[in-house]
């Protein structure tokens, strides 16, 4: 129960990686202020679930990633709720494929906004209480293409480097006040994100399905296999761990081997 009396914030975490840090964080004691877009009927049975399996506190919050003034309200919420925000952890994120002559412009911007905007307005509402109690964790998850690029993923390439760019300054900038800022950079997980490149890729490759997973997909992994969503989750447990103390401004691989090459 390392979590216990601690609230952790994770953003985009109705489903995917999100979801599995969700259960992984309250699994180890800490109350949860969970988001991502969807009906309120949905987020509370996430919510209830979450309370039924593992005995914590969860509040949902179902503000836009592309909207500052709904993710300030989600902290404010957090913090009237539960008094801190200890465990922050940046994960919404929306993908788009295509080459860029054809790369929709509110496609591009909403990913630089989702993905990359999002984290500086939500670590820059919890830092002074971070600050005032001496002890923060904040966790933004990049991905391999923080790190190397793929042709027709402007948009996420950009945003994923850049949020390295955040992680590093931010973990200069509160490097002596007991927090620490690093960024997990996973390759292929098998989640919603993953599944919907597939019909993107398919046409502006020309491919089939299963010539995705293969030749595109699981090619760029040494260990031909997807990462798992539980794995980036104890990734992400360890970060905020105490025994991670000294780690921060890092960018950590959870790839197969991808950026090895
Ligand atoms: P997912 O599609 O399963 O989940 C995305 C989550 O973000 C959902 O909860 C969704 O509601 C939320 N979300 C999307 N747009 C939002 C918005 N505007 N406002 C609020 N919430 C919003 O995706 P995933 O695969 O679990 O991805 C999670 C993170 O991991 C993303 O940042 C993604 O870039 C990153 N990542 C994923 C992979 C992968 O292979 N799946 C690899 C590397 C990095």
Redesign the pocket.
Known sequence: MIFKNKTALI????????LAIANDFAAKGANLVI????SKAVLDSLCDQITKDHGVVCIHSN????VPEEIRNMIHEGYKHFGSIDLLVN?????FVSPIEDFPEEQFNSIIA??LVSSFHTIKSVLPTMKSKGWGRIIN?A??HALIASPFKSAYVAAKHGLVGLTKTVALEVATSGITCNAIC????W????EKQIPETMKARNLTSQQVIDTVFLAAQPTRKFVL?EDVAALASYLASESASSITGSSISIDGGWTAH
Not at 11 to 18: A, F, L, N, P
Not at 35 to 38: D, I, S
Not at 191 to 194: A, F, N, R
């Open positions: 953003t985009g975490s109705t489903s995917g990686i999100g988001n991502g877009l969807g503000a836009n990633m592309l994960n919404a994120g929306i993908q989702i993905n998850i991905s391999a996973p390759g292929y997980v989640t919603p994100l993953v969503m």
